[in-house]
């Protein structure tokens, strides 16, 4: 079983996305009081998945920085989105938030037709990175592009409680920016 502090890695693609269709449904870390706080999600067993938990950017920014060439690449742009968001570089986490966003859009469109993208997975990741990027521009001061990523973000997985939390940040605009986490438990 899955615990929210976020992940998603597997033997294949279609598995990896399915454990984190189950992340994303669990139960979140943070507590009701945060619910104005918009959340970055990251991936624990990704480079830089520790050290985000316990709030070490220099140390995930480090591990992220060494060559993983095994690694899904989308889970890297993941976590050096949410690095890069909560050390104020914005430009370069709008491009590692831009590079997740058509990494997970490219393999929404190559799944096969029998494969349903929300049971896979595929809907929730999707949703997740639209909202790291809503959280990146809104952190740059673009509340349309912010808002707009929300919606996308709420098409895909309308369920997804990271997603709900970011609207409701949004619309209160004095939320501080939290780091949620998946993990394996």
């Not at 985000?52 to 920014?61: E, F, H, R, S």
């Not at 349903?116 to 809104?138: E, F, K, P």
């Not at 997985?157 to 438990?185: C, H, L, M």
Request: proline letters at 2%; one cysteine or more; glycine letters at 4%.
């Amino acid at each position: 079983m899955f615990s929210y502090s976020r992940n998603s890695r597997a033997a294949t693609l279609v598995l990896q996305l399915a454990c984190a269709a189950a992340l994303l449904a669990g139960s979140s870390v943070y507590a009701a009081d945060h619910s104005h706080s918009f959340e970055l999600t990251a991936i624990s067993n990704s480079p830089g998945g520790e050290a985000l938990v316990k709030g070490q950017y220099d140390i995930a920014a480090k591990e992220l920085a060494q060559h993983h060439p095994t690694l899904y690449a989308g889970e890297l742009s993941t976590n050096r989105c949410v690095v890069l968001a909560m050390t104020h570089q914005l430009e370069a986490a709008r491009v590692e938030c831009n590079a997740a966003v058509h990494d997970a859009e490219s393999k929404i469109a190559s799944v096969p037709s029998f494969v349903n993208s929300a049971s896979s997975g595929y809907d929730n990741y999707l949703a997740l990175v639209y909202s790291n990027r809503a959280v990146v521009n809104w952190l740059s001061k673009d509340a349309v592009a912010a808002q707009a990523d929300l919606k996308r973000a709420a098409a895909v997985a309308p369920k997804a409680e990271f997603v709900a939390r970011n609207q409701v940040a949004f619309q209160s605009r004095d939320g501080a920016v939290q780091v949620a986490v998946a993990s394996k438990s």
